[in-house]
């Protein structure tokens, strides 16, 4: 089969390798029909991040077909159209009941790699798969995207409003206008946030926060972005803000942006920089996040919010692309020219 290899920083190919097995009881086989690029996958593209060379790809997103499934697989059977969850929570451990299957406590591996090929492996995958309704040939290619970004992106975005406790009326500030920022505009209109400011710079992602719900943007960075972020909140400061970077500067301006007693939902993973929690005690401000509840998330909701046309994320995807061209899907997000890349498998 063909599959998406991380040659070196800079560069992706495309080779035959050997089709994935069954190795485990709770292993499904799938037949990827749609797969994407995620902004983390680029750190290690971009020489950001140490990867082995002539290794496996990051990619962590696919909707497909289920090929085979392992013995104790009862909750789907070959045939099936799902969509693979990043993350691979099993449901009844005390972080899955809690709604946190990002953090399963019964798996040690928790996340998905590899996405970029035509087969891939889905470990544990008896409560951590979500099915969808028919096949994929039911649908637009618009709504392939959409039903996509649940496998990380939209529920991604969700989490951060989701643990910032958004609600009815909030002011919300997102920082970040890559997918998962997108996205986190996408939650606080769901949740029923009324002002939504956005942090872009750049005229196309500007639009779509507009097209999702950002009611403001505000374009400026350090001290002068956070002035701007509270001449919006009356100087106060917003009820609720989304962190969806991970970088130094956002984290701070995250900190500042909120008024006392704010939740900053954190779903941009840490890096580079070290961070300072001083302003958090300062003005009683709460950190939460980590990674995404994936499957609880789209069970719960998002995938019906897709199926009945409540949410449209499948519009974070700005240009697409075959498997053959899986360097140009990369190097295009890299260069800041496409949001995020769809990937036509099969």
């Not at 190795?23 to 020489?47: F, H, Q």
């Not at 639009?207 to 001449?231: H, M, P, S, W």
Request: negative net charge.
């Amino acid at each position: 089969m063909k599959s998406a290899i991380f040659e070196k920083a800079g560069q992706m190919t495309v080779k035959d390798v050997e089709k994935p097995t069954i190795e485990k009881p709770d292993d499904v086989i799938i037949k990827v029909v749609r797969a994407c690029v995620c902004g983390s996958d680029l750190w290690s593209y971009r020489g950001f991040e140490e990867k082995e060379a002539n290794s496996t790809n990051n990619g962590h997103e696919a909707i497909g077909i289920v090929a085979e499934v392992g013995s104790e697989i009862t909750t789907v059977k070959p045939g099936d159209f799902v969509i693979a969850p990043f993350t691979h929570g099993c449901g009844h451990c005390p972080a899955c009941l809690a709604g946190f299957d990002g953090d399963c406590q019964d798996h040690d591996d928790n996340f998905s790699r590899g996405n970029q090929a035509e087969y891939v492996r889905f470990q544990h995958g008896q409560w951590a798969l979500v099915k969808i309704p028919g096949k994929p040939e039911d649908y637009s290619e618009g709504m392939l995207k959409s039903l996509l970004t649940l496998a990380d992106v939209m529920a991604t975005g969700y989490h951060a409003a989701r643990v910032a406790n958004v609600k009815a009326g909030d002011t919300v500030v997102v920082m970040g206008d890559g997918a998962v920022g997108q996205c986190g505009i996408i939650a606080a209109k769901l949740l029923g946030a009324t002002k939504i400011i956005s942090t872009s710079r750049h005229e196309d992602r500007e639009q779509l926060a507009k097209t999702f719900g950002a009611t403001d943007n505000v374009a400026e960075r350090g001290d002068e972005g956070v002035q701007k972020i509270l001449e919006l909140t009356n100087g106060f400061g917003a009820d609720a803000v989304l962190e969806c970077v991970g970088t130094g500067l956002s984290f701070e301006t995250a900190m500042q942006a909120g008024r006392p007693g704010t939740i900053v939902g954190r779903v941009g993973l840490p890096h580079g920089e070290e961070q300072d929690l001083k302003e958090s005690f300062e003005k009683n401000i709460s950190l939460a996040g980590g990674p995404a509840s994936v499957t609880t998330y789209d069970k719960e909701l998002l995938l019906k919010a897709v199926l009945d046309g409540k949410i449209n994320p499948g519009l974070v995807f700005t240009k697409s692309f075959t498997l053959d061209e899986i360097n140009d899907a990369y190097q295009e997000m890299a260069d800041r020219k496409v949001i995020k890349s769809f990937v036509k498998i099969s």
